[in-house]
């Protein structure tokens, strides 16, 4: 049986020496610095301070930090989880889920949920969007697309920037990134396109991906060039009238992204909490104020 520190029944190894406490019999001079139990060198985990036993790692016993504390983070402070790529796997699924809806109710299920700012829309005979009050529009236009292309290009780019920078960032934090990118750049279209111009598309988001991307490489003092070579052919693509791509949804995603990832990933970690929510709380109102404001220069 396991003994209580400083037990005088401790049972003793070799040469007079403590036994460890998962290996009876087996002496040894060193104890964990957290609960104080002989260990043996099989049993030693490294600590900042000392060894620690494997059940004090994996609880957090003995010192009053729960659990959590001795989790793995990453570099924003997320915690490390068995499958970093989780939630791009999931939004994924949910962008390739909602076109086939496209493709099986056809256009008036595209015309109910796309970007539009105020106009008459003929399937649905009536006056439609944003300035209607229907703002889950800036929202569901993240999750449509108008072809098989650009589902594919932007699936692509998800998966490309999106894993590693999931692993980087963590779940919660990759998440909040990737809504508050698409917010900026559904606004920013919402503000500045033709109030009658409909808008749909994953792009924003994903431009915000590349734009915390980018900031996490200079942060961690990789090469820049070819995330900087993806952007620059992106936004050639994103200005190319050619191509009839909605440019303000990519550039307010992108500005989103920037300022989030730095915050996620340049704060200190003696006020990480602050800065985060705060650069956060400050994108969704500058969302807000945006909206806001067009909707009543349209009404």
């Not at 609960?35 to 010192?63: K, L, N, Y």
């Not at 490390?80 to 056809?106: E, H, W």
């Not at 399937?123 to 703002?135: C, H, I, P, R, S």
């Not at 449509?144 to 934090?173: C, D, T, V």
């Amino acid at each position: 049986m396991d003994q209580a520190p400083g037990s005088p029944q401790e049972p003793q190894g070799t040469q007079g020496l403590p036994s460890c406490y998962r290996h009876p019999g087996r002496g040894t001079g060193i104890s964990c610095t957290r609960c104080e139990r002989p260990i043996c060198p099989d049993c030693m985990v490294s600590a900042s301070v000392g060894f620690q036993c494997p059940e004090c790692v994996r609880t957090g016993s003995g010192t009053g930090h729960s659990p959590a504390a001795n989790q793995p983070r990453t570099i924003a402070g997320g915690t490390v989880t068995a499958d970093p790529r989780l939630l791009t796997k999931l939004l994924i699924g949910i962008n390739l889920a909602v076109f086939l809806l496209q493709l099986s109710l056809g256009d008036r299920f595209t015309d109910q949920f796309d970007l539009i700012g105020r106009a008459f829309v003929p399937l649905l005979g009536d006056v439609e969007g944003v300035g209607e009050g229907q703002w889950y529009r800036l929202l569901t236009s993240m999750f449509l697309h108008g072809s098989y292309i650009h589902i594919a290009f932007n699936m692509l780019s998800l998966w490309w920037i999106g894993g590693p920078l999931e692993a980087a960032l963590g779940r919660a934090r990759y998440l909040t990134l990737y809504l508050l990118s698409g917010l900026a750049g559904s606004a920013l279209t919402y503000l500045l396109a033709d109030a009658n111009q409909p808008s749909l598309g994953a792009s924003g988001a994903v431009f915000g991906l590349f734009g915390a991307t980018a900031v996490l490489m200079r942060r961690m003092n990789y090469d820049m060039r070819p995330v900087i070579a993806l952007l620059v052919i992106n936004l050639i693509f994103t200005f190319n009238p050619a191509f009839n791509i909605a440019w303000q949804a990519h550039i307010g995603g992108l500005v989103a992204g920037v300022a989030v990832g730095y915050a996620m990933v340049h704060a200190p970690a003696e006020s990480r909490a602050l800065v985060q929510y705060g650069t956060c709380a400050l994108i969704l109102i500058a969302v807000i104020v945006t909206v806001v404001a067009r909707t009543a220069s349209l009404t």
